[in-house]
């Protein structure tokens, strides 16, 4: 089924309704036109439809493939990471950052990492915020699942997470939704880059207590870190900031539970503490 988009609401949403466009003209189907990028068919459609993101290899491969456009995709693309969307300005560095990295270690200990979020979780917890309007809440949940779209792409990052036990427990929205959202987590960490480990409570003091965290890293220049606080994230480039940060990651990481066992955990509470 075809969805109906105002191409003028955003640059993303100009980005998939002249890729459809020029699809459609060339006469192309969506299956076809990722077989000529690497990418799904479905990805295609995604992007199509303004659910996903299109990452700056999906812009540089339709611009491939669409020479005579002279560069098209990647200059919306430009326009669309310049003009950040729905996301605040002190994130926008890091979106950029995060999307160039080919390795993410990410620390939480109170919420599911936006990566990994359902939109139902990400709509009940950005419902929850003090300065969120509610004409603006689709966006910012558009804007959070668009982020994942770098897990979709042919080379994505590699993605370490490591949990606190007590984000499998905390409730946000719902039973359904933090059912739902478990077993989503589960099914991510399937995947061949996406670890997900869990930091039992009974560990007790550790690491990582002074607040959640990611280290970016990157094939061609140095590591980065976001740190998150009470008022807003910080991104940091000092190198012995981010080195303390990609220490404590591994202390941590030594601390949780394998993969295994931590999917089998958060299994578990789905089915024994979120199903009705």
Known sequence: MTRNLDASRNPLAFFGA??????????????????????????????????????????????EVFAHLDGLFMRILDLARRSGGASPQWFRDWLGAEQEATSLRAWELA????????????????????????????????????????????????LWVVLDEAVLHRLVGSQKIM???????????????ISVQVLPAGTGAHAGLNGAFVVAGFDAAPSILYLETAVEGQ??????????????????????????????????????????
């Open 18 to 63: 002249e890729l459809r466009r020029v699809r459609m003209a060339a006469g192309m189907s969506q299956e076809q036109l990722g077989q000529r990028i690497n990418f799904s068919g479905d990805m295609v459609g995604k992007v199509e439809t303004c659910e996903r993101v299109p990452t700056p290899a999906f812009a540089a491969a339709c611009d």
């Open 111 to 158: 919420l599911v990492p936006g990566l990994l979020q359902t939109a139902d979780y990400a709509q009940a917890l950005l419902a929850a915020g003090p300065d969120t309007m509610e004409d603006e809440l689709d966006d910012l949940v558009s804007a959070r699942i668009e982020r994942q779209a770098i897990l979709d792409q042919r080379r994505p990052p590699e």
């Open 179 to 193: 059912h739902d959202q478990l077993q989503h987590l589960a099914e991510m960490s399937c995947r061949q880059n």
């Open 235 to 276: 991104t940091i480039e000092r190198p012995a900031q981010v080195r303390k940060a990609a220490l404590a990651f591994d202390r941590l990481r030594a601390e949780a539970l394998p993969r295994g066992a931590s999917r089998e955990l958060i299994r578990k509470v789905a089915e024994e503490r979120w199903t009705e």
